[in-house]
């Protein structure tokens, strides 16, 4: 028997279902970029393959970075997402007044962001296998936790940007969608770290995907992975997921306290 | 859980903006069965009231208990028997009436929600409207929506705001007979705001006027008027808005 909570998540993943299956406006967009992506990616990777002296392999060492990076940023995308229909249809008042609690709300926007990536993901590998011969399995089992890091961590910047928007209203959403392409630079998707200038490297050590990156590139060098870097970028992902969890039930609690949450769609919001 | 004790108690409860009171210390109480108006001018705190009942806003002070659960301590357990209506809180436009039905089900743990939302649809004479975008209803046809979505639960307290406000006579009328019918016959409290006085005559047992964030008057809307020298309910609503000090004298 399905208990009151776990229907309550599911309310708010059904929603994103019911609102996917009826606008192919919201489904193209889950896989348009992300092949845009592959195919310019997969061709600069062929072509560094052929002019290339170095006798490394582009196609893993860029394409698969790029085709993990938006893993990354479509778990984001796909928490804020969730939350900007709400925003969107000024639902706000309907929704935070029901049993529901924030805890089943953000739940419920990370299950959609679970679904809606994966399938993205899938998508994407399929393609860039199809059309440029990438393997994840070139990466080992290291694939796994690399995944798994990339993965919480854009759900905790999901979490994030939901919490900036909440409080500082519909207009920030602007601020949300860059984010990923702010992030790239510190987190050396296309480059060592080390080629950072230190103020940069300092910042990067600080983002989990950098031990990502930095990991998969050693691999298809040809040296051995760090398990412990890797561990550490765990870590740090499930700091970022915990944080901004905090960060949005604080931003909540105000809300609730000022009566933004009651007047939400105004743009006035302070 | 109350089931002799009334279905919403509000106690000494106030809402404060910096030093400006929204709500200064109201106290009272909705029974079973019992439709209660809440009146006032606009800015009064009926809205303000509202919010803080519904779990979205807090108050500055005081309490309230829903079906004698405490909102504060047990938020999710007292909105499991609330629910509400609103013209300021439409639906998802973009979804269809039984996607939104079957969504709202689901929020409000109703057990069998495909069941309950066809009832539903039926009751509100909605089942034309089953497959249709919630956006490009008429706006009354989007009330009877929301109001389809403020009985999903079978709630034990119904928060009515304008309810009637962009219906038309005949649907408005049915609609009070089909809410009074369903106080009466399940027990449920309804707290119900509006700015047309002769519905609030037909539909309340009781009204509570607000000026200021305070009740000002408490009483059976038939004979209010009477009681403070006024021809009509809506002579009297005219007198709290303009000259609410004029009441307070004994």
């Given at each position: 028997m399905i208990g009151p909570r776990v229907r309550r998540v599911s309310a708010v993943v059904l929603r994103q279902a019911y609102l996917l299956r009826g606008s192919p406006a919201r489904i193209?967009?889950?896989?348009?970029?992300?092949?845009?992506?592959?195919v310019l990616w997969g061709f600069i990777?062929?072509?560094?393959?052929?002019?290339?002296?170095?006798?490394?392999?582009?196609?893993?060492?860029?394409l698969g970075a790029v085709l993990l990076w938006d893993f990354f940023s479509r778990v984001m995308h796909g928490v804020t997402m969730a939350f900007f229909e709400d925003v969107w249809s000024r639902n706000f008042l309907n929704v935070f007044a029901t049993p529901m609690t924030t805890g089943e709300y953000v739940s419920g926007l990370v299950v959609s962001a679970v679904l809606t990536s994966t399938l993205g993901l899938a998508v994407m590998l399929g393609l860039a296998t199809a059309a440029f011969g990438l393997s994840f399995a070139?990466?080992?089992?290291?694939?796994?936790?690399?995944?798994?890091?990339?993965?919480?961590?854009?759900?905790?910047l999901g979490i994030l940007g939901c919490a900036i928007v909440l409080r500082l209203g519909p207009a920030a959403e602007?601020?949300?969608?860059?984010?990923?392409a702010v992030l790239s630079p510190f987190v050396g998707v296309f480059y060592p770290i080390a080629t950072l200038p230190r103020w940069m490297q300092a910042v990067s050590w600080l983002l989990a995907p950098s031990y990502v990156f930095e990991q998969l590139r050693a691999l298809t060098a040809g040296r051995p992975v760090s398990w412990g870097a890797l561990g550490v970028g765990a870590l740090l992902a499930a700091a970022a997921i915990v944080l901004a969890a905090w960060a949005f039930v604080r931003v909540y609690r105000h809300a609730v306290r000022t009566g933004l949450l009651a007047r939400y769609s105004a743009e006035t919001v302070s | 859980?109350?089931?002799?004790?009334?279905?919403?108690?509000?106690?000494?409860?106030?809402?404060?903006?910096?030093?400006?009171?929204?709500?200064?210390?109201?106290?009272?109480?909705v029974a079973p069965g019992e439709i209660v108006g809440l009146l006032g001018p606009n800015g009064a705190g009926k809205t303000t009231t509202i919010s803080m009942i519904l779990g979205v806003l807090a108050p500055t002070a005081g309490g309230i208990r829903i079906d004698g659960i405490d909102l504060a301590r047990r938020r999710s357990e007292a909105l499991e028997r609330t629910n509400f209506a609103a013209v300021y809180a439409p639906l998802p436009g973009n979804l269809t009436v039984s996607q939104n039905l079957t969504v709202f089900g689901l929020l409000y743990g109703v057990r069998d929600v495909r069941a309950r939302v066809e009832a539903l649809l039926a009751a509100l004479d909605l089942v034309a409207f089953r497959d249709t975008k919630t956006g490009v209803l008429s706006s009354g046809e989007q009330s009877r929506v929301t109001l389809a979505?403020?009985?999903?639960?079978?709630?034990?307290?119904?928060?009515?705001?304008?309810?009637?406000?962009?219906?038309?006579?005949?649907?408005?009328?049915?609609?009070?007979?089909?809410?009074?019918?369903v106080a009466a016959r399940e027990g449920q409290g309804v707290l119900w705001t509006s700015h047309n006085m002769r519905e609030v005559e037909e539909v309340c047992d009781r009204v509570l006027f607000l000026s200021h964030g305070r009740i000002l008057l408490e009483g059976d809307p038939r004979r209010?008027?009477?009681?403070?020298?006024?021809?009509?309910?809506?002579?009297?609503?005219?007198?709290?808005?303009?000259?609410?000090l004029a009441l307070e004298q004994p």
């Open positions: 193209l967009p889950l896989f348009a970029w992300v092949a845009i992506d592959v990777s062929r072509y560094l393959n052929l002019v290339a002296a170095s006798g490394l392999d582009f196609v893993p060492l860029l070139a990466y080992g089992l290291a694939i796994l936790p690399a995944l798994l890091i990339l993965f919480l961590f854009g759900i905790a602007w601020l949300i969608w860059p984010i990923p | 859980m109350t089931a002799r004790g009334p279905i919403l108690l509000v106690e000494r409860l106030c809402k404060t903006y910096g030093a400006a009171p929204a709500v200064d210390g109201i106290s009272f109480h979505k403020a009985m999903l639960n079978a709630p034990r307290l119904l928060l009515l705001d304008e309810p009637t406000a962009s219906l038309d006579p005949a649907v408005a009328r049915e609609l009070r007979a089909r809410i009074r019918g209010l008027p009477g009681e403070h020298g006024r021809a009509s309910l809506e002579d009297l609503f005219i007198t709290v808005a303009r000259e609410p």
